[in-house]
């Protein structure tokens, strides 16, 4: 049984471009969170997503940042128009159901650099 | 919402000694407490967690306790090894479908020899 997988591992995006990273859950895991973590700092949550809808999204910039986890195939945070405070690891995480009963497990998370 | 403080920040013991690391949680609503290990460049991998209906948990060398009435959990790492020098992250999260888990800043443990 996989993990949870994120790619790329390492993204790269000069200023004003778009970033987009993407997270497969763990197989049964239909639940999905991404967390964002600056050097030497803690994990900030940002949005958290089930099979197409959005569930709590109160953690993520209200401009530029979207996420969606479609029915088929892999959640994706996107960013656009990318700036340097940008440059993060972002990680996404997966349970097979609310974290109130269900443990969460991270991917190996894409470390964005903005140029 | 939930705000989960950790203390302390760094923390550095020597091979063998025991390891504690406190965290704070403000939602008395909260009822999952896990605890996170994250090597340099490396995911948080979970290593113990405790539900609010337990005081203790223990697996081998590392134990969490929790006081639901202080409001405060902590981790308890015996024996110390190098291989424990991490960061480590508490969390908690509350009630509902909606639940998602809140990380404390993370606690730098570095073992020496």
């Known amino acids: 049984n996989a993990g949870v997988m994120q790619n790329p591992r390492h993204l790269v995006r000069r200023r004003g471009q778009e970033a987009r990273l993407r997270c497969s859950p763990m197989k049964g895991h239909s639940h999905v969170y991404w967390y964002r973590q600056l050097p030497e700092e803690g994990l900030k949550f940002m949005v958290y997503l089930q099979k197409e809808n959005i569930i709590d999204e109160s953690g993520m910039p209200k401009e530029r940042f979207s996420a969606e986890f479609p029915k088929e195939g892999p959640s994706i945070l996107r960013i656009q128009q990318v700036v340097r405070g940008d440059s993060a690891a972002y990680f996404c995480?997966?349970?097979?159901?609310?974290?109130?009963?269900?443990?969460?497990?991270f991917g190996s998370g894409t470390q964005l650099s903005v140029l | 919402g939930e705000n989960v403080e950790q203390h302390p920040s760094t923390l550095s013991v020597q091979e063998g000694d025991s390891a504690v690391i406190k965290c704070t949680y403000s939602d008395s609503a909260s009822n999952y407490f896990p605890w996170y290990k994250q090597e340099l460049g490396k995911r948080p991998q979970l290593i113990i967690d405790i539900r609010s209906n337990v005081g203790e948990k223990k697996d081998q060398r590392i134990a969490v306790t929790l006081n639901k009435t202080a409001k405060h959990f902590s981790l308890h790492i015996t024996e110390t090894q190098p291989e424990d020098s991490a960061v480590y992250f508490c969390a908690a999260t509350g009630t509902g479908t909606a639940s998602k888990l809140t990380f404390g800043t993370g606690t730098r443990l570095q073992v020496t020899l």
């Open positions: 995480a997966s349970s097979r159901g609310s974290t109130t009963n269900e443990k969460l497990f």
